[in-house]
């Protein structure tokens, strides 16, 4: 039997030298600090925190107005970052003005995504396409350290009849089954974050050096830590996916979870080109609501493949019917689905 250990050890190592290669290709990039509050929003809660952050400060400030029910009138076209003219450019686009079509318009803005891809790029946050490989393969792992334990028994078994009295065959599995279960464990709860150990360094050092006061409130606490109680109902509401916004349709993604008591209607970080394509931030299971009108990343953004891109300007996300050609079959989402998958 000791050719099948050997084999076993040798099966382990190769998965092993996997989740390593994996390991790496998630965690790099420099490093460094968060450099504003957009960055610490989406740290702190992807392109929904984001949106929020935006919304809440052009209104404590009066450029805006957020009204019931979830409407939202421009008092005053002043913009003083990339996201806030997003804000502004997307409120021509939203149906009455309306405060959901607003939000996810703003989610899924360049403007935003492009935040997420600076951050993959610098190592604060991880692709979610190797995140999603470097999962499956701890699953695998797990299982296959499961699967140890009937093997260890047959292969006793026979040995007994065999040889006779010996080592149980059990008994060598074990160190092996060890191993392999807590580098499975490890693996899974460290590595598979959308967030990296270096970015969540980063967003507790901005913490620190900013507190929770203005905008920040938002950007680290959510909108529960708003004190305009008002405000922080109907941006509530504007985020539940209990129900589509007009024009669109809803699909089942990928949600980052956002600032809600409910589960909420999120969009996706598509990560482009630049940082070598990605499927979604957040967790890989749960819905969200698409926006007709929204595209899922800049027109140079590419989705999966080469050949289709995810979000040009003249072309919708979240659309049922519509697929972004990559080997995952992940789907160009606007409001909740993935874009493409690098692993």
Aim: aromatic share 4%; charged share 15%; glycine share 14%.
């Amino acid at each position: 039997m000791d050719p099948l250990l050997l084999t076993l050890h040798l099966a382990a190592a190769a998965v092993f030298v996997r989740l390593f290669v994996l390991a790496r290709r998630i965690r790099g990039g420099p490093s460094g600090p968060v450099r504003d509050v957009h960055e610490a929003a989406f740290l702190a809660g992807g392109p929904g925190r984001v949106a929020d952050t935006a919304l809440a400060a052009m209104h404590l400030d009066g450029r805006i107005v957020i009204g019931g029910p979830g409407v939202v009138a421009v008092v005053h076209r002043i913009a003083h970052d990339p996201v806030e003219r997003a804000v502004l450019d997307s409120h021509a686009t939203a149906p009455s003005g309306s405060l959901r079509a607003l939000r996810l318009a703003v989610m899924t803005h360049p403007a935003v995504q492009e935040i997420g891809d600076d951050l993959s790029a610098r190592g604060l946050v991880t692709l979610p396409g190797p995140r999603r490989t470097l999962r499956r393969w701890c699953v695998g792992l797990l299982v296959g350290a499961v699967l140890l334990f009937p093997v260890g028994i047959v292969a006793t078994v026979a040995e007994f009849t065999v040889l006779g009295p010996t080592v149980p065959f059990f008994v060598k599995l074990l160190p092996l089954f060890f191993v392999c279960f807590a580098t499975a464990l490890i693996c899974g709860t460290t590595y598979t974050r959308p967030v990296s150990t270096a970015g969540l360094a980063a967003l507790a050092a901005y913490r620190s050096a900013h507190g929770h006061g203005g905008v920040n409130t938002v950007a680290l606490g959510g909108i529960r830590a708003l004190p305009d109680r008002d405000l922080f109902e109907r941006l509530r509401d504007a985020a539940r996916p209990d129900g589509p916004v007009r024009g669109s349709r809803s699909r089942t993604g990928s949600p980052y979870s956002s600032d809600t008591t409910a589960v909420a209607a999120v969009v996706m970080w598509c990560a482009g080109a630049a940082t070598g394509g990605g499927d979604g931030w957040g967790s890989d299971s749960g819905s969200g609501t698409g926006s007709g009108g929204s595209s899922c990343s800049s027109s140079s953004s590419s989705c999966g493949s080469s050949s289709s891109s995810c979000g040009s300007s003249s072309s919708s996300c979240g659309s049922s019917s519509s697929s972004c050609g990559s080997s995952s079959s992940s789907s160009c989402g606007g409001g909740g689905s993935s874009c493409g998958s690098s692993g």
